[in-house]
Structures are given as C-alpha cells and as structure tokens.
C-alpha cells in the first residue's frame, strides 16, 4: 500500500470547479494586485480571528518579516525564540541585523518552554531583546499565557509564530479569568503561512498578519506596499509584501471548510492513538505518540474545540533514521520537523555559537511526522502502524 505523507486531492476535489469558476473570475475581472478578493479575505480572517485587523502578504516568512519592521526590529536588537522551528522563524530575525536569542522546548508540546523564557530574560543582556516569537508548533499553542505576562513585565512585544496553527485555540489566562482564544489573537499580533501543506493552504505562496492593535494594522499595511503612502510618499522603506488576489479567492473558498478539515485531522489523530495504544497492549513498541495539552482543560465540552490542528501528527520513537528507511520501503512517506535545531544551523554558528539546547536536540534526534491529512483512510491508518510494529518486533 503506498500512504504519502500528503495528498491534497481529497480537499481539491471537493472544491475543484468552485475553484476554477473564481480564478477566471479574478483573471477576467483584470484586477490583479489587491483588490475586493484580498480585502474580503482580510474580513473575513479578522472575524475568524477574532481581531482587529488582517493584513493579506505575500508569504508566512514574510508575515513575520513585515512584524518585526513594523516593530522597527534591526541591527543589535536581540529576538527571542524557540529554537525548534522551520527556518523562517530564525531568518526574518538575521535578515534584519538582529540577533536571535533562544529559550529551549518543553519536550511534551515541542513549543517553548515558559520557564526557560523567563530565564533569558531575567539575564542582563535581555534590555536589548526587543520581540518575543513563541512559535505554535505542530498545529498546538505555546502556553502563552505566562509568556505574555513576562513580556508585559519587561516590555516586550509578542508576535506569534502560528504558521502551523491557524484556528488552534488554547486557554488563556488574564487577571484571573480563563478563556479560549485562538493563535494569532494572544500577542500583539499573529503570522499565518498558507504554504499549500498548510491546513489552510494556497495554490502558491501567501501569508497574512493579524493583530488586535488597529494601529500595527496600520502600520504592517504602510510597509507591505514599500512604504508609500499616499502612492509615490515614502516616509518610510518597506517591501514588496502583497497577497495575491488568485490566492486570497481561493483561500476564501477554502476557509469555509477549514473547520472541518480540522476535524478530520484531529479524527485521524485520535485513530492513530488507538491503534497504537492497541499494538502497546499487545507488543510494546518504542513509540510514544502526541500529547494534546489543552485536550480537557475544563471538562468534555471543550473536545470540540480546536485544542490541536494537526498540522502535523508526530511521534517520539527509537532508532528513528532506521525507522524511516523501514518504512520508505514499505512506501510509507514519512518526515522530520525538524532535524537540526535553529542554533545549530550553520549560517548562525559562523557568527557565533550559541549555547546548547538540550531539549530540541533529543526532539531532532527522535521525532517523526506521519502522514495525517485529511483523505487519509482508516485502513491506511492501519497499515503505517501495523509496518512500525512489525520494524520493532
């Protein structure tokens, strides 16, 4: 049995012609920078959000490129963050002359650890750290709760990193009451990438900002079109960080089923857990399989929440590499988010070495994504967990 690890013709087919009859529209309408579609888009992710403002941009690395120039982030400012993420997250942060500051993981959720945030910055040389990026790893909330008081404590702005993690809600605490809120509304502001693989994915490239501050609006707006403002009026540099209207239409079409693709992640998700709960009665296998943190947080009510999106369905286990060539052979497409940590990455280390980070080193060392994409069959299911079984017998 061939199972990659994503295949998005399930969800394009359910949307395929709609799709086709509003590209040609755009293309017809010869309306294509800007325009109704991105600022539809824009609405209609504020009221998802529940924020402010959202503005449309060309991609995730640029969401957050954009937020930390609206923050005036550049050379000799310290960012801290996680050091287990996708590149982008560490990139956007040297593009711009600063220097990334890292708070190791928490090893059951993967995102970054509170209690090590608040180590760095009861450091001296955090007075120069001028932005905090927690990154909500796998489709599942940093506990941002605390980090939010730490960085109103030090003055500090929070952007999320919920490139993985659109629609993901955890539960927030303020002044002593507990409420839901979904990633992007808890800091200053959110980064959302609609890379295709994303549970809410493109035909290309796009990304949006969205804040609770009207005014950062404002500003991420100013700097997405080079700073100009009236048109030809540049009182500051920005960049070239446009969505494009194709991509804003079909994310609109996509958005309606977004919440049901969510469903049908965390539906496999919670089969993946039987069946391997199953195999561990039987057999113990060297797998250990992912923790929802927020699953139960105030009873079973709250299962219907997004608690977890699964952009990614990953486990821990032993022998990892060997693991993953078992199951190549066994056509079973599988990946590593991520295999080295950011402060490992050469581009940093031939500017300087930055300490160890002992928790996202074991993670790269033994976590494994399997395929869990909406489309993906029970028996498919199976067959992944009946090869990993079989590789450790």
Not at 211 to 222: A, T, Y
Request: aromatic content about 8%; proline content about 6%.
């Amino acid at each position: 049995m061939n199972v990659p690890l994503l295949d998005l013709g399930p969800t394009l087919e359910e949307q395929r012609q709609e799709i086709i009859e509003k590209v040609i529209e755009v293309v017809e309408s010869t309306r294509y920078i800007q325009g109704p579609e991105v600022e539809g888009l824009e609405e209609e992710m504020c009221s998802y959000c529940n924020v402010a403002g959202a503005v449309g941009v060309s991609s995730g690395t640029d969401a957050l490129l954009v937020s930390l120039m609206a923050l005036g982030v550049g050379p000799g400012d310290l960012v801290l963050t996680t050091p287990y993420s996708f590149f982008a997250t560490m990139g956007v942060i040297i593009r711009l002359g600063a220097i990334p500051v890292f708070a190791d993981i928490d090893p059951v959720s993967f995102n970054i650890d509170p209690l090590r945030v608040a180590e760095v910055l009861a450091d001296d040389s955090a007075r120069k750290i001028k932005a905090i990026i927690p990154v909500h790893l796998y489709g599942q909330c940093a506990d941002m709760s605390p980090i939010v008081e730490l960085a109103e404590q030090y003055g500090i702005a929070v952007i999320e990193d919920a490139a993985q993690a659109i629609g993901a809600e955890a539960v927030y605490s303020s002044n002593g009451e507990k409420e839901w809120k979904k990633a992007g509304s808890m800091g200053l502001a959110g980064c959302f990438s609609f890379f295709p693989s994303k549970n809410l994915g493109a035909i290309g490239d796009g990304g949006m900002v969205v804040s609770r501050d009207e005014k950062f609006s404002d500003r991420v707006r100013l700097l997405r079109n080079h700073g100009g403002e009236p048109k030809y009026y540049h009182s500051v540099v920005g960049g070239n960080f446009r969505l494009d209207p194709i991509q804003a239409a079909v994310l609109r079409i996509k958005l309606r089923r977004l919440e049901q693709w969510h469903r049908q992640r965390r539906q496999n998700a919670e089969n993946y857990n039987a069946l391997f709960a199953e195999k561990q009665a039987l057999n113990s296998i060297p797998v250990s399989t992912p923790e929802a943190v927020y699953g139960n947080c105030n009873g079973d009510n709250d299962l219907k929440r997004n608690y977890h999106i699964y952009n990614q369905y990953i486990i821990r286990v032993e022998r990892r590499d060997e693991l993953r060539s078992w199951l190549q052979q066994q056509q079973i497409a599988t990946e590593i988010y991520y295999p080295l940590g950011l402060h490992q990455q050469k581009c940093l280390t031939d500017i300087f070495t930055p300490p160890p980070m002992a928790q996202t080193e074991k993670a790269a060392e033994e976590t494994l994504a399997l395929p869990i994409y909406p489309g993906l069959t029970p028996d498919m299911q199976e067959y992944v967990v009946k090869s990993i079984a079989q590789f450790y017998r």
